[in-house]
């Protein structure tokens, strides 16, 4: 019997050996890296070997960073919030309304943004978006406006509009799994025991998509709070997150050492929050038990 435990194991293990050895190398080979790197001594053009703790002491009290490190939480939160509320409309769509059949077109017609560039994306956004651009031009030529609309573009407003659609789609499949799973016989007896479909919804469905909802909103805000491109873009340069502060120190005063100890520092603040939002999710759901 414990050979062959010790067999499964083995087989086990030779499974999981390839994908292990491409995450070490893809993932914690980079991070370990940027832990090292800010734990180092920056020179003109070079870093010092030496160990230090001064990144973190300038990081920790700057006031630059908490500045832009709030503006990050928020606009991530914001967009989390936005993508989210958006997503469960369609995914409740699709899993109730949608016959069997027709599912699998509606998940490939979801999937379809991703055959293009997320950059490619972002600059059509642009274009709709910017003062000559579809919008603009639309209005005016309706005579809705004289002047082009300003609030449209290089502001929060643009980024939480450009980033919810980008992330749209990573929010609606894993709502859509969640009430795949959910037994409709506890619908019906929600119904027959005197629920309106309000209440019913409130009181069965939510509470047992909640897990789907939930990493809906982790996928979206994680990468939401590193994105680079959107604020650079559709912010114009003149709402910068924390990663285009990142970039800065990384690349055009090349300080690499203070830049890893950006990224470490935005890294551990993220998983903080990501904690304490499924702590609260899991009162959350106890209480509606």
């Not at 506890?186 to 019913?200: K, V, Y």
């Amino acid at each position: 019997m414990a050979a062959d435990n010790r067999s499964e194991a083995a087989q086990g293990l030779s499974l999981i050996s390839p994908p292990l050895l491409y995450s070490v190398l893809v993932l914690a080979a980079p991070l370990a890296t940027i832990l090292a790197y800010s734990f180092l001594k920056d020179g003109y053009l070079t870093v010092i070997r030496e160990f230090t703790l001064e990144n973190y002491l300038s990081v920790w009290s700057d006031p630059i960073f908490h500045k832009v490190m709030a503006r990050s939480l928020v606009v991530a939160a914001l967009v989390t919030l936005v993508t989210v509320a958006l997503a469960f409309p369609v995914a409740y769509f699709l899993s109730f309304v949608v016959a069997p059949e027709r599912k699998s077109l509606w998940l490939f017609l979801i999937t379809i943004p991703f055959w293009t560039s997320y950059l490619i994306r972002v600059f059509l956004w642009k274009v709709i978006l910017g003062y000559n651009g579809v919008i603009n031009s639309g209005l005016k030529s309706l005579g809705i406006i004289e002047q082009p609309l300003t609030f449209i573009l290089y502001n929060v407003n643009s980024m939480v509009i450009t980033l919810a659609h980008a992330y749209a789609p990573f929010a609606i499949l894993p709502i859509f799994i969640a009430l795949e799973k959910i037994d409709r016989s506890f619908l019906e007896a929600g119904r027959d025991l005197g629920e309106n479909r309000l209440m019913t919804f409130w009181r069965v469905t939510l509470p047992l998509a909640m897990p789907g909802v939930v990493a809906a909103s982790l996928i979206v805000f994680i990468p939401t709070i590193g994105d680079y491109v959107t604020p650079a873009l559709i912010g114009g340069g003149k709402i910068p997150m924390i990663a285009n502060l990142i970039q800065a120190q990384m690349l055009d005063l090349d300080n690499r050492p203070l830049g890893s100890a950006l990224a470490v520092s935005a890294m551990i603040i993220v998983a903080v929050v990501s904690v304490i939002f499924l702590f609260l999710n899991r009162r959350f759901l106890k209480v509606k038990q």
